[in-house]
């Protein structure tokens, strides 16, 4: 059952199963808590008490948000602020695994709140700036060449249908029922105000997140979809994230043939991925 938690500006949305530590998994922009429709269970089944928050302005939570710097844009830095609200009202700490811009706001609420956040898993996260288009990727790497012009178009255009095709390029395995789930998103997002701010996520920068890298204490895992559109070269860029981390806090993990969206396209891995990890840093019976 969908629960809601007031905050400084608005509410958010989020679901919670199992029992055991406490672990966070927060989307990515332009998309809603279901997309861990299929990791959610596995984990709650290993043991862990997982809650799944939709990001303000998407989903079930409330919109037109005021960001921290005063304006209506969507940054890294408030969707930790209500990551750490999340933690603090289902008595943390906690694992938080964030997907892409949610990767970046799970490195900053590790360096904001530590004694909140036991470990960060980043899957295919926007942690660090990145050029608006690499033009010399455009014409290296297909996959690159037919996503980041449709995310850049949907931005431009104010664009549905743009961001719906950048998405059939980021599943490049796709889902057992991915025309299903992306008409649900599809009529979420068609919602009024719902694209509008979405958009608000592309108005920021990594460069919050990427400043606060050198700043956690807890062990970090970056997990990428070799087949990631978005990065001319995941590996290079999960390898940078870590580099920027304090020494020896983070590992790369890389999922063969997947694109941006690993956990809804491989969940079994991911999930065994996440569950060495959760083993070495919450103790069962927390």
Request: aromatic share 8%.
């Amino acid at each position: 059952m969908t629960e809601f938690l007031e905050l400084d500006g608005g509410r958010i949305a989020y679901d919670v199963e199992g029992a055991g530590p406490l672990v966070v998994l927060s989307h990515g922009m332009g998309d809603h808590r279901q997309v861990f429709r299929f990791l959610a269970p596995l984990l709650a089944g290993a043991g862990y008490r997982v809650a799944t928050p939709d990001l303000r302005g998407h989903g079930e939570s409330s919109m037109n948000w005021t960001s921290h710097d005063g304006s209506a844009a969507i940054s890294r830095t408030d969707i930790a602020g209500d990551l750490l609200g999340l933690i603090r009202h289902l008595g943390g700490p906690a694992v938080i695994v964030g997907h892409s811009i949610s990767g970046g706001a799970a490195t900053i609420a590790a360096a904001m709140s530590p004694e909140l956040v036991r470990g960060v898993i980043e899957i295919n996260p926007f942690t660090r700036t990145q050029p608006l288009l690499d033009f010399g990727a455009l014409f290296t790497v297909s996959r690159y060449r037919r996503g980041q012009p449709r995310i850049l178009g949907t931005a431009i255009f104010r664009s549905l249908g743009l961001w719906l095709s950048y998405l059939d390029v980021a599943y490049p395995l796709g889902t057992p029922d991915y025309d299903e789930y992306m008409g649900d998103l599809a009529a979420k997002l068609r919602e009024p105000g719902r694209f509008a701010n979405f958009l608000e996520t592309m108005k920021s920068t990594p460069a919050d997140a990427e400043a606060q890298l050198p700043h956690i204490d807890c062990p970090a895992l970056v997990i990428m979809g070799t087949e990631d559109p978005d990065f001319p070269d995941p590996r290079a860029e999960a390898e940078a994230i870590v580099a920027a981390m304090p020494k020896g806090l983070g590992s790369v993990a890389m999922i063969e043939g997947s694109g941006h969206y690993p956990h809804a396209e491989t969940p079994d891995q991911i999930a065994e991925l996440a569950l060495k990890f959760l083993e070495t840093i919450t103790p069962q019976g927390d």
